[in-house]
């Protein structure tokens, strides 16, 4: 994998697949809770990501079975796509604490912001 960031929809349908296998309607959903109902994945947009990720190595069919006369598939990270997501965590913890820390909220008490006009300005 590379080192490059997550796009917010990998990301998100990662961790809605890191607590349990998810179908694609479950995932559509689960993403949807997940961001706050933010981000509503189309079924196109869901399915070829699915397809890049089980490319990638990331994810896997868990199961396959007919419902209704259709074909359903269920998704489950691989151990790749548990390690992707926990260096992705890691990445946005640590750009948030920096994020915190320019602000002065990493210090005990603060809420104090930077006054305009700083460097730069």
Known sequence: MTERSLQEPTLLLLTALA??????YALIEEVAAISGGRVR???????????????????RVEREEIVE????RTYALTDAGYELLAAEADRLRATAHEAERRIGLARPGAVARPTQGGAGA
Do not use: E, K
């Open 19 to 24: 607590d349990a296998p998810r179908h694609g």
């Open 69 to 72: 006369g259709r074909l359903r």
């Open 41 to 59: 994945l189309r079924a196109g947009t869901l399915y070829g990501a699915l397809d890049r990720l089980l490319g990638q190595g990331v994810v």
